[in-house]
T-cell receptor, first 111, second 114 residues
C-alpha cells in the first residue's frame, strides 16, 4: 500500500507564528502537489513540485521536494487566520497512474 | 465561472432511495474522477474516466454506479446506500488520466444517508 503520511495531524497556532507540515512516504513520486481545503469546499491546488530537491515559494509559503522524491514539506512564515484550513499533499507514484492523497494536516490560526 | 461544478451541494437520502450526483467541468479536460472524503480518512479515489471510458474502479461497492456521457459531464448514481456511505463526494478533472499531475476539484456534495 502506497501511503502518504502527513504530520502533524492537527496544528493550532497564533497569528504571526511559523510552522512546517511534513509529507512522507516510502514510495518514490514523479511529482508531488499541495492542496488547501476550506470547510465545505473542494481542495484547491497550491503548488506542484517535480524535481528532487526543488524549492518553490508562494508568498509566505515555501514548498520543498525531498532529494529522493519520497517526501515534501510546506513551511508557512508569519501565519495568518486566512491560512486556516486542511492541507493535503498528493502524488503520483512512479509505478501507478493514481493520484493518491496524504492523511491531511488541519491548521487553525488564531488572531 | 467555476472550473468544476458539482450539484447538489448537500443531499440527505434514505437507505432505500435512488439519487444521482452531477459534475460538470469547463476546463476542456479529458479525465474526470470521483473521490470520497470521510472524516479521519485520506481522500479515497473511487472511479477514473478517460475520454468517457472508465479506466479505474477502486473496489467500489455496486451501490455506487458512475456514468460519463461525455468528457465534460460525470454522474454518480446512488442506490440502497448505507449510513457509513455518508461523506463528502468530490469530483475532479485533469488534462489526461495517464501521467497527470494536477487535479482540479469541485466544491463537493455533502451526502448524509439516514
Amino acid at each position: 500500500t502506497q501511503l502518504l503520511e502527513q504530520s502533524p495531524q492537527f496544528l493550532s497556532i497564533q497569528e504571526g507564528e511559523n510552522l512546517t507540515v511534513y509529507c512522507n512516504s516510502s514510495s518514490v513520486f514523479s511529482s508531488l502537489q499541495w492542496y488547501r481545503q476550506e470547510p465545505g469546499e473542494g481542495p484547491v491546488l497550491l503548488v506542484t513540485v517535480v524535481t528532487g530537491g526543488e524549492v518553490k515559494k508562494l508568498k509566505r509559503l515555501t514548498f520543498q521536494f525531498g532529494d529522493a522524491r519520497k517526501d515534501s514539506s510546506l513551511h508557512i512564515t508569519a501565519a495568518q487566520p486566512g491560512d486556516t484550513g486542511l492541507y493535503l499533499c498528493a502524488g503520483r507514484p512512479y509505478n501507478t497512474d493514481k493520484l493518491i492523497f496524504g492523511t491531511g494536516t488541519r491548521l487553525q490560526v488564531f488572531p | 465561472e467555476t472550473g468544476v461544478t458539482q450539484t447538489p451541494r448537500h443531499l440527505v437520502m434514505g437507505m432505500t432511495n435512488k439519487k444521482s450526483l452531477k459534475c460538470e467541468q469547463h476546463l476542456g479536460h479529458n479525465a474526470m474522477y470521483w473521490y470520497k472524503q470521510s472524516a479521519k480518512k485520506p481522500l479515497e479515489l473511487m472511479f477514473v474516466y478517460s475520454l468517457e471510458e472508465r479506466v479505474e474502479n477502486n473496489s467500489v461497492p455496486s451501490r455506487f454506479s458512475p456514468e460519463c456521457p461525455n468528457s465534460s459531464h460525470l454522474f454518480l448514481h446512488l442506490h440502497t446506500l448505507q449510513p457509513e456511505d455518508s461523506a463528502l463526494y468530490l469530483c475532479a478533472s485533469s488534462q489526461a488520466a495517464r501521467g497527470y499531475t494536477e487535479a482540479f476539484f469541485g466544491q463537493g456534495t455533502r451526502l448524509t444517508v439516514v
